[in-house]
């Protein structure tokens, strides 16, 4: 019953939008989504840039379900965090520097820098360099280092040495981030500390010349000569910030680890600790002590909205499907913040009590907020077919296929759509641009 809760989880509780596996080099990871983390790092990106000075409306933060410790960027803005670098850290401004160090490699610009250095290194190195030059990139550090091993050892050490530069410069302008939003840019320092200590009890640190991360030791240099030439940077704890990652890193620990060692770290009566227990409780099917404890939490704390948002899910679960919506519309009304993750929930809950009409207003609202939901079309396909409008689920249906990347599937329904959708509507327009898309797919292919 427990591995039952614990798949289905993966669909609810923990507010996956869907799974995505990325395949570099023999490497998928597992994207996870949570309105609670996602609202936080939001805040924590405009912490670190009061002033507006990087343009952080196209960066993308995602967060990776994984027990390593890791963070990394790619093109298009995009931030991938390991979930386990959020647990090891004890403090909010640990995990600012990380935001803050991965920032600096955009607004850097070296993801585009690396692109050119791996063109400039392609002209003298196989293909199977390249491999390993991308898999590092992408995270997959083992398979990268095989890859490059079996080339010249001088095309990897010209790339490593690239990035190691690149490592510093990130560091430095890091620093420069933190200062300018009032966060004490020792952080970053100390954060490196601990990993280096966490790496030297798994017995995985790397040595130096070929890491694209440098060592900690190489790395404190110059952050604490940066620190130096920007003077005052000793700033204040922000107390709300810090209650409210402690909490979130007790729910993610719930998550993730096992009971067991949930249990045995979260046993106080303190509130994240209740909260790490509620969560790690509801994975052991004991599901009215997760509720009794988040009932607790919320007569402590009423307008804290992720105790309305968890014990929803686990309501929706049991199939208390009124008591869910209930609860998920307190969350909502608390939240405030603009967030297509929680009105998707709250759609699929609306959903299962036959609120078809209403539920498709609030799936198609989430879907201004991010259109790349497939999960959500899903569901107003769903609702649409509830109110028998086949030719609008036939159109929906054909959205969610082509985000899948099924593009026979997605030019079917769009074919079968086009015929009885209202012409000159939205979704005709959309039903015909999709069929011209993938029209044009084939004649390229």
Request: include cysteine; hydrophobic fraction near 40%; charged fraction near 25%.
């Amino acid at each position: 019953m427990a591995e039952v809760i614990r798949n289905l989880s993966l669909v609810i509780i923990i507010n996956i939008l869907c799974l995505i596996f990325v395949s570099k080099v023999s490497y998928s990871f597992e994207i996870i989504r949570d309105t609670e983390l996602e609202k936080f790092t939001n805040d924590i990106l405009e912490a670190i840039d009061k002033d507006a000075s990087n343009d952080l409306t196209e960066i993308k933060v995602f967060f990776i379900k994984s027990n390593d410790i890791n963070a990394f960027v790619t093109a298009g803005n995009n931030i991938f965090i390991n979930t386990e670098l959020f647990i090891a850290a004890d403090d909010y401004r640990e995990f600012a520097a990380v935001i803050a160090h991965e920032l600096a490699h955009i607004v850097s610009g070296h993801v585009f820098s690396t692109s050119n250095e791996i063109s400039n290194l392609s002209k003298k190195a196989l293909p199977i360099y390249l491999l390993g030059i991308i898999s590092i990139m992408t995270g997959a550090s083992d398979a990268g280092l095989a890859g490059i091993m079996v080339g010249q050892a001088s095309v990897a050490d010209s790339y490593t040495y690239y990035s190691r530069t690149q490592e510093a410069s990130a560091d430095q302008r890091a620093i420069k981030i933190l200062c300018d939003g009032q966060i004490d840019g020792k952080y970053l320092s100390n954060f490196l500390k601990k990993l280096d200590k966490i790496n030297l009890v798994n017995s995985i640190n790397k040595p130096d010349y070929r890491s694209t991360h440098p060592s900690a030791t190489n790395r404190q240099t110059w952050i604490d000569s940066t620190l130096k030439s920007i003077g005052n940077c000793d700033y204040e704890e922000n107390q709300e910030l810090q209650k409210r990652f402690n909490l979130l890193k007790a729910k993610l620990f719930g998550f993730t680890h096992p009971f067991e060692e949930t249990i045995a770290i979260y046993n106080s009566s303190e509130d994240e600790d209740l909260y790490a227990t509620a969560v790690a409780n509801y994975f052991k099917g004991k599901h009215q002590f997760s509720i009794d404890i988040l009932l607790n939490l919320i007569k402590e704390n009423p307008s804290n909205p992720y105790y309305y948002e968890l014990i929803g899910e686990i309501y929706f679960a049991n199939q208390k499907y009124n008591k869910a919506i209930d609860a998920q519309s307190m969350a909502i009304d608390l939240i405030k913040d603009e967030n297509d993750l929680y009105l998707m929930m709250y759609g699929n809950y609306l959903l299962s009590v036959d609120k078809n009409e209403k539920s498709m207003k609030v799936l198609k609202k989430s879907l201004i907020y991010n259109p790349k939901n497939s999960y959500t079309w899903y569901l107003l396909a769903r609702a649409y077919a509830e109110m028998d409008n086949l030719a609008l689920a036939n159109y929906a249906t054909a959205e969610r296929y082509f985000l899948l990347g099924q593009r026979s599937l997605s030019y079917n329904f769009a074919k079968k759509a086009i015929k009885n959708v209202e012409q000159n509507s939205p979704e005709w327009y959309r039903s015909k641009d999709l069929i011209e898309i993938m029209d044009n797919e084939k004649i390229i292919n």
